[in-house]
């Protein structure tokens, strides 16, 4: 299974990689009553977006309209993906390090490959997702370094789990967040903040599902925490992005 299949609303089961996943009584009050308030995030993420942007992005990119056959669910919609492109166009990245692996890789890996080139390094829980995923960049002439990464409690105090992630390069140009999915807990992503001091100056950082309430709790507390980064919603799409960029 990769991105080119249809799925349904919620993502994947979550224990594949490392064993069972352990939920806290806090968690699961924290799961219920994001998803309770949550719901018309969830429903708008259905639409992966519309044809025609779709189309247009792989008109840009080179790539036949059939490459991303289905977008939305828990898959990046039109929206971020159109945004990665411009991104990478911008910032010519050398590094950029994915966390949840599907529709943003193909399109992040040929972004780079039009770009100069640049490593893609992407991390997914489920094994079998990463395979599919090397297979289907390869239907394509495209590379990324895919990595299955164990789900292990999460560090910096943050709740639920996040990627045994492993080594690193120590400079990070680009971050894509777009897992593990929320319903691990609803501030699950914002772990990702422990790979922040790698980012270079100028260096940018994507959270997919930015306008989540989870989402939007995280990115206050990364502004907290990381007083040199830039943090904002950009509104649009199905789903919103935060972006945070590094000042120099």
Not at 9 to 31: F, K, M, Y
Not at 32 to 56: E, H, N, Q, T, Y
Not at 187 to 201: K, N, Q, S, T, W
């Given at each position: 299974?990769?991105s080119?299949?249809?799925?349904?609303?919620?993502?994947?089961?979550?224990?594949?990689?490392?064993?069972?996943?352990?939920?806290?009584?806090s968690?699961?009050?924290h799961?219920?009553?994001?998803?309770a308030?949550?719901?018309?995030?969830?429903?708008?993420?259905?639409?992966?977006?519309?044809?025609?942007?779709?189309?247009?992005?792989?008109?840009?990119?080179?790539?036949?309209h059939d490459?991303?056959?289905n977008?939305?669910?828990?898959?990046?919609?039109t929206?971020?993906l159109?945004?990665?492109?411009?991104?990478?166009?911008?910032?010519?990245?050398r590094?950029?390090?994915?966390?949840?692996?599907?529709?943003?890789?193909?399109?992040?890996?040929r972004?780079?490959?039009?770009?100069g080139?640049?490593?893609?390094?992407s991390?997914?829980?489920?094994r079998?997702?990463v395979?599919s995923?090397?297979g289907?960049?390869?239907?394509?002439?495209l590379e990324a370094?895919?990595?299955?990464?164990?789900?292990v409690p999460?560090?910096?105090?943050?709740?639920?789990?996040?990627?045994?992630i492993?080594a690193?390069?120590?400079?990070i140009?680009?971050?894509?967040?777009d897992?593990?999915?929320?319903a691990?807990h609803?501030?699950v992503?914002g772990?990702?903040?422990?790979?922040?001091?790698?980012?270079v100056?100028?260096?940018?950082?994507?959270l997919?599902?930015g306008?989540?309430?989870?989402?939007?709790i995280?990115?206050?507390?990364w502004?907290?925490?990381?007083?040199?980064?830039?943090?904002?919603?950009?509104?649009?799409?199905t789903?919103?992005?935060v972006?945070?960029?590094?000042?120099g």
């Amino acid at each position: 299974m990769t991105s080119r299949e249809a799925t349904g609303l919620l993502p994947r089961s979550h224990g594949e990689q490392g064993g069972e996943i352990a939920t806290s009584l806090s968690d699961w009050a924290h799961i219920i009553a994001f998803g309770a308030i949550g719901w018309p995030w969830l429903l708008r993420s259905l639409s992966g977006g519309r044809k025609r942007d779709k189309r247009a992005l792989l008109d840009r990119l080179g790539l036949p309209h059939d490459a991303l056959p289905n977008l939305g669910s828990w898959k990046a919609d039109t929206a971020l993906l159109g945004l990665i492109v411009d991104s990478v166009e911008r910032l010519q990245p050398r590094v950029v390090i994915e966390l949840g692996a599907g529709a943003s890789t193909l399109v992040t890996a040929r972004a780079l490959q039009l770009n100069g080139g640049g490593r893609l390094i992407s991390f997914d829980q489920h094994r079998d997702f990463v395979d599919s995923t090397r297979g289907w960049l390869g239907d394509y002439g495209l590379e990324a370094d895919m990595r299955a990464a164990a789900l292990v409690p999460a560090p910096g105090g943050w709740p639920g789990y996040w990627y045994d992630i492993g080594a690193l390069p120590d400079a990070i140009d680009m971050l894509i967040i777009d897992g593990p999915p929320w319903a691990i807990h609803p501030y699950v992503r914002g772990a990702a903040e422990c790979l922040f001091d790698r980012i270079v100056p100028g260096g940018m950082i994507l959270l997919d599902d930015g306008a989540r309430p989870g989402e939007r709790i995280v990115m206050r507390r990364w502004r907290k925490n990381w007083p040199d980064f830039d943090f904002h919603l950009r509104h649009g799409g199905t789903k919103g992005t935060v972006i945070g960029i590094r000042r120099g």
